[in-house]
């Protein structure tokens, strides 16, 4: 089951790992910074928003969203 608590920690421990703001990652996926923040924040991505997330960070939705320990 999903939960947005393990999306919000699993995504911003990435970011910060990685030394990453939402301008960052914004300039690097094409996503509005304002979108990346209330993902962040609410846990609650789009599709896309998900898709670009994973994509740019190099890890799969299914560990982003909690389904998964396995990068």
């Known amino acids: 089951m999903y939960e947005r608590q393990v999306f919000i920690d699993r995504f911003n421990s990435l970011r910060d790992r990685k030394g990453l703001t939402y301008?960052?990652?914004?300039?690097?996926?094409?996503?509005?910074?304002?979108?990346?923040?209330?993902?962040?924040?609410?846990?609650?991505?789009?599709?896309?928003?998900?898709y670009a997330m994973c994509d740019y960070l190099n890890v799969s939705a299914d560990y982003l969203l909690g389904l998964s320990d396995n990068y």
Do not use: F
């Open 23 to 50: 301008e960052d990652i914004s300039r690097n996926t094409g996503l509005n910074s304002s979108t990346i923040r209330k993902a962040a924040t609410s846990g609650n991505p789009s599709a896309k928003t998900l």
